[in-house]
């Protein structure tokens, strides 16, 4: 059992969970706390370290100044990230100001002073970092000195070796910073001294035994649609609670063409995992007609699926929890995780697209993980490479790449299109090489010719993305050939499409779905 840990406070920031992340990367266990809950946190041995996260609060106001003095007591190393920097420098006895310069994006660091963080962080004393701030420390608290300054941050890294507080301006966790987890690793191993010992078959172990403890002898449905996630979260709770799992598949008619096949054949089969098959194609296309807006489509979505799921449950009886592979992305687009201050972008269907009440409560062993490090518990889980690297798709499915109002015939359209890009993936061995992908139906027609004929027919959108985690993507620069071999071959066997586009927007400033 892994007990040694680092405890990150979080103020709301929208890389809180890449700063966990790169700590479990590095073979460290670590616990998130929201800001508002950190009150008397008791000396415990374990807590080797504490991280402050970033976020968009102002240490110039009175009332978000003020850090819990129990965190200081604790009398452990500290690093304070951005906010955290700021926060941790006023209540030790320094001043921030908000300043007139901001910096946002990359800046030149310079290092002036050596320090046990930055050990292998510069090269010939100076880095690449990745700022996002308006105010600035502008004088350090007693016991403190400087380590690097940029153009707009004087003291964009201090600290305080004797005490070992460090409080750092920029962005480590965020991979625009050059070298950003090597601080961290020093941060880590250097200065906690904690040891390595997390690693992905621990993950297994602990959520299997969190999963026990949480269902006692509950019976629980889980919510699998064959991707990655969900197939992770059925098999940890098949090892957790067998015989109390029923696992329910929803065919929303909106799936990629023949999909529902296989993930039946898949669990029953494979994994002989008791699997409920629900067609409600015709349902949900009801409940999207005439509708086009995608948030009103994704709250939609997310509703049917509850109302489906809790109905199902009443005839299994008794069945108190519904399980779903939620994964972070998904959580920090539609709200906070731990609560804390942080906007919205989008309401996945899981998350934010969820009614208000449901009689069901939510077990979601994956909300606090990236899609790689489930793919990581998969291998684990003995998932096929097929299910592990299929590239991630929305719960409300097709319905979210139909701009516009939805209905059968463009459904039918898109499936048709969307099965050629992917098999044309395949074949090219571009699939494994992108991180998701898929073709998409715009709401609007344009004129074309074929053979000597008019056509005024649809336009399809082709996306293929590569990312680390789904939250920052780049697309995926497909050479020319083989752009125009899937545009020819869409255009000529997909009847409804005569005009096939490639988005080349990288994510931000856009997102990887359309809506
Ligand atoms: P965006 O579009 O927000 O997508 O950049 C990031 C990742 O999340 C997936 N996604 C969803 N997954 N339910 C899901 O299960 C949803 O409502 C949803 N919306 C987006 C998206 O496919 C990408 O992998």
Known sequence: MVREKIVIIDFGSQFTQLIARKVRELGVYSEIINFKKVKNLTKNKFIKGIILSGGPLTVTNKKTAKLDTS????????????YGHQILSKNLGGKVKSSKKREFGRAVLKCTSKSTITKNFFKKKTNLVWMSHQDIVTKIPEGFKKIASSANSKFAIISNENKKYYGIQFHPEVSHTRNGKVLIKNFLFDVCKIKHLWNSKKQKEILISKLKKQTGNNKVICALSGGVDSSVVALLLQKAIKKNLTCIFINTGLLRKNEEKEVIKTFRKKFKIKLVYINASKLFLKKLRGISNPEKKRKIIGKLFIYLFEKYAKKIKKIKFLAQGTLYPDVIESKSVTGSPSSKIKSHHNVGGLPKKMKLSLIEPLRELFKDEVRKLGVQLSLSKAILHRHPFPGPGLAIRILGKVTKEKVEILKNADLIFMNELIKSNYYNKIWQAYAALLPVRTVGVMGDSRTYEYTCLLRAVTSEDGMTAD??????????????????????????VYDITSKPPGTIELE
Do not use: A
């Open 71 to 82: 965190i200081i007591n604790l009398k452990i190393p500290i690093l304070g990230i951005c």
């Open 475 to 500: 697309f995926f620069n497909f050479n020319r050939t083989f752009l125009q071999k899937i545009s020819n071959k869409i255009v000529n066997s997909v009847e409804g499409i005569n005009r096939v």
